[in-house]
């Protein structure tokens, strides 16, 4: 079965950097759109971050030219680079692939507060 294991959150200053980890198994990761999720207090899942197995990439406005997403297809982990941290990106962030949505692992909380 598929497996989701995120790390790398943690309380940061606005304008702060943070990076995400998230190692993947159960599937044959390198064919897969992966993408970053995430889900404020009383809000609804959202997708800031899509890279393809070609390593396209797709941003939100919101987080355009702020987050960074890559891949690496050795270590089936996929990163979520995010500078210029704001409040409004306090959530708990999970990744996915998104074509197939396997059950969400626990994710890791970004809190960003001064």
């Known amino acids: 079965h598929v497996q989701l294991v995120e790390s790398g959150g943690g309380l940061v200053q606005p304008g702060g950097s943070l990076r995400l980890s998230c190692i993947v198994s159960?599937?044959?990761?390198?064919?897969?759109?992966m993408g970053w999720y995430r889900q404020a207090p009383g809000k609804q899942r959202e997708l800031v971050a899509s890279i393809t197995n070609g390593g396209s990439t797709n941003y939100p406005d919101s987080v355009k030219g702020r987050f960074t997403i890559s891949r690496d297809n050795v270590k089936n982990t996929v990163y979520l680079q995010m500078n210029s941290l704001k409040p409004e990106d306090t959530a708990v962030y999970y990744c996915?692939?998104?074509?197939?949505?396997?059950?969400w692992g626990q994710g890791t909380q970004v809190t960003v507060s001064s």
């Open positions: 159960g599937i044959s990761f390198s064919i897969y759109t």
């Open positions: 996915n692939a998104p074509t197939i949505l396997a059950a």
